[in-house]
């Protein structure tokens, strides 16, 4: 049954296309998208960007199977949905199957109901990326039930499948890393082997220990390779500051929101940058309440700890404690309390540690029933009900990019990252006021991030303003200089702005950080030709057309000149339709146009065409 219903309630999310970050992971993403190519992005960042090193993640697990799923579906949505549905319902199975060994049934029954249907996991689910939340929690789960059935010694077989186990779930996302902890909060919470006996507990289960600090010790070495770095930290989006000041005032308020989404998941969010949780200064209203929950909370975690341990078929109030444990050990990697995660709160994250959550609210459950019997699983009917319709109704709301920006602009406008998208929506509508405006809220709310200003950057530039986009591309450009996009887009500025020394001076700067693009050369090259150095400009054009590996709009116009210095100026025509075709950018299209006044120069000096260009 729990099974049955965690599958119906997700079947409004297999209509859905690409969206969010499934864009960039996997839709832009050529390297996953053949055989060939595939086993050489298992090697590179999760993150297909400039700066994916910099975003501290790899997912080799992950990566792979979107690769498989791409090619044997096509590249079609529906597979990538279906296999996140099917995913989750036999992570729910293996959920109910974990409670059952350490809660009644009845109480199991109601904490797997309740982890299958939870709106809090539409984010996992219904968005194709969410599958290295679902894979990572789900062989993680099941090492914790290989290891409670594994008995009071682990032997070299148990030890090897966790091992397995956790290398998977490892590969497929880093809050696996918290196993070993799971792990030990199992055998506590059981007392079958005393903990305070420590050489007897060390001569019991020092293999599968051993055998994920060998997991666990590849798997980083191999991060170090990829990424240059174990583990990079770095602020969330618009929270640079929480690296200066006492973290605390902030994630008192994400805390708070941690109860909310359990107990009250109705308003959920696409994002939590600042707007919707703001960076604080100090001590407020909603911080002191978070931390003074949190704190009242461990207190009744460490009192109901003392209760008999938890097994099989025994009622026991230890299982809130464990549930509240369970909860603090999965989210620590992305909680931002020991290191900075990337983001403040992202509802996807919450899938492994709701396991907790769901144990306690299980047994919580089962003791209203064993008073009111009617009135626990009536209003445990009511719940699942009412979940699962706010699942079907949450679901089409991650159908594409444009379905969650309106959403997210609807229901929290104040989110800088709604003022981002509103103000690309509004500069696409032509009411460019009005986006400069929302674009100035977006930097207020969460400042200068590379990732920000480089793409309000290319607004700007497109709609004309290179003014505004050199001055926030000199921001980005100062803050992080071992990124080449800032100055190669500040070369294209200057470009625009007839500056040739200056488009020089940044393509060079841009390709000493990345010298085998072929645009920047491009750039470069017309940066050179533009000074009168028509040699080197050649022979930068030589090289940017053996690296390119499709024509880009400069390379059709070279083809344009060979053309007609062969005398075929069908071909040569052809040619430079085909470039006006693939440029977008205001000097591109009066380069071209330029291109189009010399063809008529070219019929009145045929033998000269250098006097014609001139």
Known sequence: MVGLVAG???????PNSFAYDDVQIVLNNTAIQSLESLPGALLEPYWPMEYGEDLGLWRPVTTALFGLEWVMGGGSPLLFHAVNVVAHVGTSILVLALLVELLPLAAAFAGGLLFAVHPVHVEAVAN????????????????????????????????AVVGLLYLIGFGAKESAVTLPGLLLLLDAARRRIPLHDLPRYVSARWRVYVTMAVVAGSLLTARFFVLGTVATAHAPIGADLLREIPRIWTLGEVWMHYVRLWVFPLDLSADYSPGVIPVSFGWQMENVLGVGLVLLLLALALALWR????ERGRSTTKAVAFGLVWFLIAIAPTSNTVILSGILLAERTLYLPSVGLAAATGWLVLRLAERRRRLAWAGLTVIVLAAGLRVWTRNPEWYDNATVYTALIRDYPQSGRSQWILGDVLMGRGRESEALLAYRAAIDLLGTHYKLVTEISRKLMAAGHYGAAEVLLGFAAEDIPRYSLAPALLALVRAERGDARGAEEYARRALDLEPQDPTRLHLLAWALAAQGRFAEAREVRRKAEALADAFFWQQYVYEAYAHRQAGDTARMREALDSARVRTFSHVGRRALDSIRVVEFDLERHPDDPDEAGS
């Open 128 to 159: 194709i990326v969410g599958l290295s939340e679902i894979v990572s929690t789900a062989c993680v789960v099941g090492a914790c039930l290989v290891h409670l059935r594994s008995g009071e010694r682990s032997g070299w077989r148990a030890a």
């Open 307 to 310: 209760a008999p341990g938890m």
């Open 8 to 14: 119906v309630v997700y079947l409004s999310a297999l």
